[in-house]
């Protein structure tokens, strides 16, 4: 069984930061690859960032690179998020996958519920 928990989420001015956890039970944390995705209102997923069972491998969306860094420990995955602009608003979810290091959602067999991140201009 796969449980991923998301939370940190909140509400925060333009240009302050917040970090995201997506803990992890069960045999998740044998992931082959965890990401962060998410949603804002009336728009598709979109990925965010992921990173390897290693975390030597990393990736991130052209909107958060320099910005937001994802890693990882043995008891959680997190996504550290700077310099937030209102645009960053949305919903954001944890997955793993264990089969593929991948940006695709499809790639990804088991998600989190989701945390919400409100960023006010």
């Known amino acids: 069984q796969v449980e991923l928990v998301e939370s940190g989420g909140g509400l925060v001015q333009a240009g302050g930061s917040l970090r995201l956890s997506c803990a992890a039970s069960?045999?998740?944390?044998?992931?082959?690859?965890m990401a962060w995705f998410r949603q804002a209102p009336g728009k598709e997923r979109q990925f965010v960032a992921a990173i390897s069972r290693s975390g030597g491998t990393t990736d991130y969306g052209d909107t958060v690179k320099g910005r937001f860094t994802i890693s990882r420990d043995e008891n959680a995955g997190y996504l550290q998020m700077n310099s937030l602009k209102p645009e960053d608003t949305a919903v954001y979810y944890c997955?793993?996958?264990?089969?593929?290091?991948?940006?695709?959602?499809?790639?990804?067999?088991?998600w989190g519920q989701g945390t919400q991140v409100i960023v006010s201009s």
């Open positions: 069960g045999r998740a944390f044998n992931f082959y690859a």
């Open positions: 997955a793993v996958n264990f089969k593929i290091f991948s940006t695709r959602q499809g790639s990804y067999d088991f």
